[in-house]
Every structure is written in structure tokens, then in C-alpha cells.
């Protein structure tokens, strides 16, 4: 049985129910299919898969947060390996309903997502259960959920370090604490915003002018857009961030590292951001998270211990046996940015190296015509006589190298700071 499980920002990929290697994603989805392997004798032979039949399961991600706003909840259905893609779950009708007799509608955005009908925060010591009706009528409900206490980042920050298999870097650093009893149980979510400039952005670019037939088409110049020479990517974290404090005396903690970059990439070549978000959970939900990550860790593909798939808190109100994929969580979330620029940790030292080689080519007429017009390449200088390979009248590079805007937008994020 292979089973393919998006949470959250993360894909896990498993080989058998309990063994996962990690991707990424958006939210949470579930793919199922199984293999059957032919035996080998002594070198690699063929094999042939078979699948078993398929079993629409529901898949629910949500959490909700003391943050006043319009809260999410995901709703889909796991799907088959031959399929395009994960389906979401429309025409649910989805609530979340307080122990203070408060109930908060949702209604669907995009398919299979239900953002609530109103602004509300979820609150210290109220229980709060989530009700899922699907549009053929059948019920789900979760577990009564608390939130576990206040969360607070006392302090983000960036340092210069090695980490573990040696390599120089900026570690990014969190001191944290919640308000609960006892230990603390932290989950976290970054967001990282970086500045990149196209090292071979010019001034004017190639153009394909279609001439009528039977005439060939033509190049021209045209002025090139300012806009793509500074662009700012957004990337999201992929992996399951844990932390919590057992083995402490208090709920209180320090330099926790939710981040690690490597002194050669691109990403903190000119000014870097991060925000960071941090969730103060139950222990229930802290081991279902530390469960799911622990999957994504295995060294063993084909692990002898098969537990089946991992239960959350989530159930049919009619069939006790039918699998419901996903959890209900009520948490608390702090959150805080850092800026930091390369040259102040690494003064002197020269730039990682850009995202692309950005090697040099003079193609041939028409095959140049053909990368000008699907925008593959970009323009830099007339062909001057360098010994390039199949040489052509002008000097192009792969677009990412002249064009920033593959790799995210040119307008600044409003909260962006030089």
C-alpha cells in the first residue's frame, strides 16, 4: 500500500502505512493506491502493479486560532494515483460549535475550502467541536478541543553558525513560552520573503515579428520592463516544526531553531526575511503531529511494524469503522518577523551563487525564434565572435537569469523593509 498524505505545507510519501518521505504542498491530502512487487531472483527483474479497490476516504485539515479573522478549514477526498490530482470536497456543510453555545458558520470559497461566515478567535478554556455534513448527507464530528494556552515568541533572531553536518549558514532562532500548565507543546509555520536581482537583466529584449506568409518570421528589439530585475519569491515552509518542554522546569524555552540556510544559497544572497509562526497546542495534538513527523523521518521503507493509518480525531457519526483522514485543532498563535541582509553576517565573503548557472548561448535562427517567442530565453549581447557552441546571431540566457519574475513577483510585499 502506498499512500501519499499532504498536511498542512507538507507531503508524505509512504511505502507501507508507516514510512514517509517528505515534499511539499499547500494543504492536506491523501493519496492511496497499492503495488504488488514480483519476487526477484538474484538481480532486478520486472514487476507488474495491480491495484486494489479504491476507497473514497474523507480528509479534513483545521485549525482554528485565537487570531480574530476569517478562519479556514479544508475539506477533500483522498484520491487515486492515476488521477490528476487531489478533489476537494464541495457542498459540506461545516460548523464549529463552542461550548458557550456560540455557532460559527462557514461557507465554501474555492472548492473544498470554507472559510467561516464571520470574524471570531477561539477563547482560553472553552470546548469547542467541529460538525462536517457532506452534500450526500453523511456526519462527521470531532473530539471537544480546548486551546492549551497563550503562545508567545519572546524573541526571533538570526545568527551565524554550522549545524550539524558542518555546513556554514544563518540559523534562524526562536525563544518562546505559553501560559498553560505544565509543559508546553509547540507546532511552527514560516514564511520566507527574499529579495532576488536577475544578474543579466538588460535593457531591451528580443521580440518575434510574424511576417505574412510565405515570409519567414522575423527578430526586432523592444525595451525590456523594469519590473523584472528585482522580484521578491515567497516560499513556505515544508516540514513538520516541533517542539515542546517536557524535559524542562518550566514552559519556558530558548534557541529553538526552526531554520537553517546554507551560506550558499541563493535565497539570502541580498536581503532576507522570515516570519514565523508559532502554535501553542495540546499533547494530544502535539503527538499526533509528532507521530505524523516521525513517519516522515523513517530510514526504513518496508518497516515490519504496520500500525495502518494514523487516526486522528476526527469520526462518522454513522459507520464507527470508516476511515476519516485529518485533525481538529484549537490553538494559540504568536507570530514575528526578522530582516536580515547577507553582507551583515558575511562581510567580505563572496555572493552564494544565483539560482541558475546562467550559461551563455548563440542558437541558430530559428531555433532562437522559437525560444523568443515561448519566452525561454533572454537576451543579453549581439554575437561578437565567442567560441559558443552552434553559434547564432545574438548571445541569450535561460530566462530565470535575465528575468527575476520566474521565480516570484516584482512588486515589494507592503510589509517589506531595505
Known sequence: ??????????????FGPNNYVVDGSNKIWFLITAMVLLPFQGCIEPFDTSYVE????????????????????????????????????????????SENGNTYDFSEGEIGTYVSNQVFSAELNLDYT??????????????????????????????RTVNDFGEDGMGIFVDGSSSGDGAGYYRYEYMETFKVVAPMFIGEDL??????????????FAPRSPDEFVCYPTHLSTNLLLNDTE???????????????????YIITHRYSILVRQYVQSQTAYRFYETLSNFATSENLFSET???????????????NEKVLGYFDVASVDEKRIFFNYVDFFP??????????????????????DQVRYNLVKYVKD???????????????????????????????EFWIE
Open 306 to 320: 504496520q500500525p495502518g493509518y494514523l487516526k486522528g480525531n476526527i469520526t462518522s457519526l454513522e459507520n464507527s
Open 348 to 369: 567580505g565573503e563572496s555572493l552564494p551563487p544565483y539560482v541558475s548557472p546562467c550559461e551563455i548561448i548563440a542558437p541558430l535562427r530559428g531555433l532562437l525564434i
Open 1 to 14: 500500500m502506498a499512500i501519499v498524505v499532504y498536511w498542512g505545507q507538507q507531503k508524505y510519501l509512504n
Open 207 to 220: 521580440i518575434v515579428v510574424d511576417q505574412p506568409p510565405p515570409l519567414p518570421p522575423i527578430l526586432e
Open 247 to 265: 524535559d524542562l522546569n518550566s514552559d519556558r524555552f530558548k534557541n529553538y531553531n526552526v531554520r537553517f540556510i546554507a551560506n550558499n544559497n
Open 130 to 159: 467541529l460538525e462536517v455534513t457532506t452534500k450526500d448527507g453523511r456526519q462527521y464530528s470531532s473530539n471537544t478541543v480546548q486551546m492549551a494556552g497563550n503562545s508567545s515568541i519572546d524573541s526571533l533572531y538570526a545568527v
Open 54 to 97: 479504491f476507497e473514497s476516504a474523507l480528509v479534513i485539515d483545521a485549525t482554528i486560532t485565537d487570531e480574530p479573522k476569517h478562519q479556514e478549514i479544508y475539506v477533500s477526498r483522498t484520491y487515486e494515483f492515476e488521477a490528476d490530482g487531489p478533489t476537494g470536497e464541495s457542498g459540506a456543510m461545516v460548523k464549529v460549535v
Open 383 to 413: 554575437y561578437d565572435g565567442e567560441n559558443l557552441y552552434r553559434p547564432g546571431p545574438y548571445i541569450v540566457v535561460d530566462r530565470v537569469c535575465g528575468d527575476c519574475t520566474v521565480l516570484g513577483p516584482s512588486e515589494a510585499p
